[in-house]
């Protein structure tokens, strides 16, 4: 069993405050603790490692050199804050991450004053920093505003969005630019850190300012020209053009585990200087743990590992990953046809599009973090003809809705949806919780929405993807493991809006939509055991609504449950509203909707969840029961 590190330093750090008491030559030490600290925690929690191994300096620096909790810090998506959480009072819970109860994944307000924004997906951090900035403006404030955003953040438009409205508004605020695969410049050691001091000390600042001031004297004409020769030369040097294109005093790039180049930057900018500032910092993901270093990818999120040897622990899957069926599948019905594409906005790994890319690498599109761009890129791949796949985990899909709306399914675009981590995700808690997108797609007309109750289902409707041309299709899947069904070599081509009858019985009709299917299936028995002969169906389809199947149903049972892992508004409320237009709600018939809760649900281990909203078997038996003003105790006494 791995022993905890020593930490003397770290010991004394509680809250930032404690931090400031320590002299600045002990800082690289208490990295070195706060790292180890890190990795050790993690590696019994599982989470998100490599991107908290990289900008544990950057904390160390920040924390030191500004008065957070008054001086705000967002972390952009917050998957690299667990040093942060360490050195804001939450080292004691550290290593209850992800788990019920414990700390999120993620920055989030309700859990400490120090994360002044939740974050989860990606490039928030300026536009919400901005807002805070002009809060502070407003309110006569003084404190730092400091928005932390990764350089792969950078691709979305989002980012771009709010620096060009920073720059305009001449606020001041603070953006690091966390540059972590060296994808723009690396830094070039003690001259570029120097270049840094200087360029962000009051004496450069103070000669920038009155060049302008005499260049003025010469006209505005002049003095544009010579400030924008200064700035652009400046830029040449330090890889800044655009973002002082944008408003922005750039500095930088500096080396991002280096404190003694740190701390005089973060000072000086603290200190100096009016409007908005981005400072280029480099880091390296995984930066001191040797497997992390090795294999950033693999230790980008983690499972539970051995902190010596860095492997990781995982139960053996009885079942291929619903991931993995999907991409198979694509690469199967790819070699058949050519005109299928595949796009995915930066998560070729979680969508597993790079198992496609390594077969078809040029039909294969990773447009980075930019969901708007990705939906319409693929509107425009389908206008010439071909047959665009744009896989999109379910809450990142509600960034690109606009264009879902006005790009594809207005013009009846025949762009598919594979929608990946559908339902509940288990630790990743409320912001990757994919409760929502059949709600958001079935609402849109002409639009066909589909849902997998197991892995050889997901096999058919990849295949019927393909096939259609008719306009947008969407077909969601949930995270995790297949159930183990028997999978066809091939998927065959549904029937567009029919679904099927698994089990027939009389008194009670199980109509699900999604993966609860299996749940109903064991419900089943227990029903038929306590006397209630029981239907299941697979809805296969919310849109369009297998009518003839929901009039079946309705007109030959006394309970009708539609069960599905999707929020209020989803499957269920389409079955309601045909029951309602056809007068069937007025037989008698008991019709009861199993939705997941109305709410924003944290964190949990999957099955618990299931449990909580009464979407395993027990919870639909127990709706059965209640519909029928029973009890299930009674019913099995």
């Known amino acids: 069993m791995n022993l905890p590190p020593k930490t003397p330093l770290l010991d004394k750090v509680r809250i930032p405050a404690d931090l400031k008491a320590l002299p600045e030559s002990d800082l690289p030490q208490l990295a070195s603790e706060l790292r180890a600290e890190l990795v050790d ?13 990289g900008v544990v300096e950057l904390t160390v620096a920040l924390h030191y050199v500004f008065d957070t909790p008054a001086d705000r810090i967002i972390w952009d998506v917050g998957h690299q804050a667990y040093p942060h959480k360490i050195l804001t009072g939450r080292r004691d819970r550290i290593r209850t991450l992800r788990m019920e109860g414990g700390l999120s994944g993620f920055t989030k307000r309700a859990e400490s004053d120090y994360d002044p924004f939740g974050t989860a997906h990606s490039s928030t951090s300026i536009s919400a920093g901005l807002g805070m900035a002009v809060a502070r403006d407003l309110k006569g404030g003084r404190n730092n505003v400091i928005a932390v955003i990764g350089d792969g953040a950078m691709s979305a438009g989002m980012a771009y969005e709010a620096m060009n409205n920073a720059g305009a508004l001449n606020s001041r605020m603070i953006v690091i630019l966390n540059d972590n695969d060296m994808s723009i410049a690396p830094p070039t050691g003690a001259m570029s850190a120097y270049l840094a001091r200087l360029g962000s000390g009051r004496a450069y600042q103070g000669i920038r300012d009155l060049g302008k001031k005499l260049t003025s004297y010469l006209g505005a004409r002049v003095d544009r020209a010579i400030t924008r020769a200064v700035e652009h030369a400046r830029g040449y040097v330090t ?37 908005p500032v981005l400072i280029h910092v480099v880091t390296q993901k995984g930066k001191g743990y040797a497997p992390a270093e090795a294999a950033a990818d693999k230790y980008h999120g983690v499972n539970k590992f051995d902190v010596i040897t860095g492997a990781q622990a995982k139960a053996p899957a009885n079942a291929p990953s619903y991931t993995k069926v999907f991409a198979q599948s694509l690469i199967q019905e790819a070699r058949e046809d050519d005109k299928i594409v595949a796009v995915t906005a930066a998560m070729p790994s979680g969508t597993g599009l790079d198992l496609f890319g390594e077969v078809f690498p040029e039909r294969t599109f990773d447009v980075g973090i930019a969901e708007q761009h990705a939906v319409t890129f693929a509107a425009g791949l389908a206008t010439e003809g071909f047959k665009p796949f744009a896989a999109i985990y379910s809450t990142f899909l509600q960034r690109a809705y606009d264009q879902v709306v006005h790009d594809v399914a207005i013009q009846q675009l025949p762009v598919r949806f594979p929608i990946d981590r559908a339902g509940f995700v288990g630790a990743d808690g409320p912001t990757h919780c994919g409760a929502f997108d059949t709600a958001f797609l079935a609402t849109l007309p002409h639009f066909v929405v589909m849902a997998a109750a197991d892995e050889a289902e997901l096999r058919h409707m990849v295949r019927t993807a393909a096939a259609y041309d008719e306009g947008p299709i969407s077909f969601r899947y949930p995270r995790g ?8 070599e091939r998927g065959s081509v549904l029937e567009i809006g029919k679904g099927r009858i698994l089990r027939e019985g009389t008194k009670v009709a199980l109509l699900s939509f999604g993966t609860r299917l299996q749940d109903c299936l064991l ?5 038929n055991a306590a006397g209630l002969s029981t239907t299941v169906a697979d809805a296969r389809f919310a849109k369009p609504l297998d009518e003839d199947l929901v009039r079946r149903l309705a007109t030959s049972h006394e309970v009708l449950l539609t069960v599905e892992e999707g929020a209020v508004g989803g499957f269920a409320s389409h079955v309601l509203h045909f029951l309602a237009k056809e007068g069937l709600l007025d037989s008698g018939l008991k019709v009861r909707p199993l939705v997941m809760p109305d709410e924003f649900t944290d964190h949990a281990k999957p099955e618990k969840m299931y449990a909580d909203s009464g979407l395993d078997s027990a919870g639909i038996v127990h709706a059965v029961f209640a519909a029928l003003g029973r009890s299930v105790r009674s019913a099995t006494a």
Do not use: Y
């Open 41 to 53: 925690a993690v590696s019994h929690t599982g989470g998100h490692l490599g991107a908290g191994l």
């Open 239 to 275: 890889g800044g053009t655009l973002f002082e294109e944008l408003g922005f005093f750039h500095i930088g790039p500096i080396d991002g585990h280096n404190l003694e180049h740190l701390i005089p930057v973060l000072k000086n900018v603290r200190d100096n200087g009016d409007g």
């Open 481 to 488: 493991n297949g159930v183990g069904v028997d999978m066809p």
């Open 523 to 527: 419900a089943a028995e227990e029903l």
